[in-house]
């Protein structure tokens, strides 16, 4: 599969991603892997018709938060709805520096290196980054993946055939603070506050190993 993309003529930020997970070796340590927290700021729901107002993201390593590990990019608007801006409140012409949809792609793709990600509905956070990768004619972001929602599922002893927990739910459920709520970096830090606090609860009943992580991620691809 990797090969595959290697064949093709891509340019060279999309080359360094797919070598950056071919040569990961760290993948069977748990305590070694980086993993990145990631949220987006969007127009809306809309896969194919919305866009990424902002991508935010902060590490863990080694079951610690690195703030100092994190990312933040602002996207121009090419499409623009008034609705959401009362959620997130990027306006349009706003203070913010944002760069354009390719600028911002690129920037996040040589921060998140041999990263693992993990999102909260991550299904969600990367079609929009995977089609936002299409318009430039590369992609889809093959890192591993895994969803605060599904490992919570997984270890959850109450409302165990709900499908879906918001993540003011989780917050609630596991005690984290919601600041700067709807906010990409805002939502990503509390991310990784929750998925620190399932990991740490997931490993007093299992061997804590990615390849059990990843397991819960039963309707990632559904």
């Not at 930020?13 to 340590?29: G, L, M, P, R, T």
């Not at 990027?90 to 993990?118: H, M, P, Q």
């Not at 620190?196 to 804590?208: E, F, P, Q």
Request: with cysteine; proline share 1%; aromatic share 12%.
């Amino acid at each position: 599969m990797l090969n595959f993309f290697k064949r093709k003529k891509y340019p060279e930020f999309w080359k360094k991603h797919i070598d950056a997970i071919e040569n990961c070796k760290k993948y069977s340590n748990y305590e070694s892997i980086r993993f990145v927290c990631l949220d987006t700021e969007t127009t809306g729901f809309d896969y194919e018709n919305d866009r990424i107002l902002c991508i935010g993201a902060v590490a863990i390593k080694n079951n610690k938060i690195l703030v100092s590990d994190s990312f933040e990019v602002y996207i121009q608007q090419e499409v623009f709805n008034k609705e959401t801006v009362k959620i997130h409140g990027i306006r349009r012409y706003g203070n913010e520096v944002k760069v354009t949809e390719e600028e911002a792609l690129i920037s996040f793709l040589e921060y998140l290196d041999d990263a693992i990600i993990i999102a909260h509905h991550t299904k969600f956070d990367m079609t929009m980054i995977n089609n936002a990768l299409k318009r430039i004619h590369v992609g889809p972001i093959i890192s591993k993946q895994l969803d605060t929602n599904y490992i919570h599922k997984k270890i959850a002893t109450e409302n165990q055939f709900k499908k879906l927990f918001s993540l003011d739910e989780l917050g609630a459920i596991y005690n984290v603070k919601m600041h700067d709520r709807h906010t990409a970096l805002g939502d990503a830090l509390i991310t990784a506050y929750i998925f620190l606090k399932l990991t740490y609860k997931y490993k007093k009943n299992n061997v804590l190993n990615l390849t059990e992580l990843i397991n819960t991620n039963y309707y990632l691809n559904k």
